[in-house]
């Protein structure tokens, strides 16, 4: 007969396994704002496993979480019998003119999962590109285009670029024109910023000088000619008319003859 005992009827060989894995990461796909096209990652594990492989990742990188790309979630899962999973990186298209930036994901742990997987220390890190699809152009106006030796009545320019870019753009410029600088007006620097995240920057033209002597109107001509920094896609305007603007200093000086 069976043995009264019911543990005495029960027993148990376990079947150790010899199987590991190791987990990498690689960037798979770029990113471009034009469409836009999302970036992806590919998360690859040496084989399967019976459990769902749960994994955390850090994101680094030029480009800003929100505002290039939507925030990704710090975990992917490679599924019970699979050996690979994507993260998708949803691109935005901003608007703003700027290089090339990038995304970076480091996978940091598995969390959940057979203890027989691990994270492969050599490939544990890619990166991606995100494309930029915008550009600019950059113009002059003569906003306050009538200065005047009497009182204190400036002239004034306006630079203007057609889309804010993500890094300052600085300007060249020569100045011709009648009026002589340091005699009729102070000097003007050669170059003007538009500051990051901006689309205007001014020039001014200061310190009209009353020099007392009769004179014609004279005037101050700003033409733009180049950039010293900036982005490769902020360019000058292609019509030449809107790089050059003028500001016309009026003369207050009169005289009388006799004999």
């Known amino acids: 007969t069976l043995d009264p005992d019911s543990a005495d009827l029960t027993a148990t060989v376990t079947i150790a396994d010899n199987d590991s894995a190791t987990v990498s990461i690689a960037g798979t796909t770029d990113g471009n704002e034009s469409g836009p096209v999302n970036g992806v990652f590919t998360v690859t594990q040496t ?71 691990t994270i492969d220390g050599s490939n544990n890190s890619a990166s991606i590109d995100i494309t930029d699809n915008d550009s600019a152009t950059v113009s002059i106006t003569a906003n306050d285009a009538s200065a005047s030796e009497a009182g204190s009545d400036s002239g004034q ?36 910023t538009i500051d990051a995240g901006m689309t205007a920057a001014t020039i001014d033209v200061s310190g009209i000088i009353d020099d007392a002597i009769v004179e014609a109107d004279e005037t101050v001509i700003v033409t733009l000619t180049g950039f ?32």
């Open 47 to 117: 084989a399967a496993s019976s459990t769902d492989t749960v994994l955390s990742y850090t994101v680094s990188g030029s480009a800003a979480s929100g505002t290039d790309f939507t925030a990704l979630s710090g975990t992917v899962t490679i599924s019970a019998g699979s050996t690979s999973a994507t993260i998708t990186v949803p691109v935005l298209d901003d608007g703003l003119v700027e290089a090339t930036e990038d995304v970076t994901v480091t996978l940091t742990a598995v969390t959940s999962g057979d203890p027989q997987v």
């Open 157 to 192: 320019f306006t630079v203007t670029q057609t889309a804010a870019s993500s890094t300052s753009t600085v300007v060249t410029y020569t100045v011709t024109g009648s009026a002589t600088a340091t005699t009729d007006y102070t000097a003007l620097s050669g170059t003007v």
């Open 228 to 259: 010293s920094s900036g982005d490769a896609d902020v360019t000058l305007d292609p019509d030449s008319a809107d790089l050059t603007a003028t500001v016309t200093i009026a003369d207050n000086d009169s005289a009388t003859v006799s004999i």
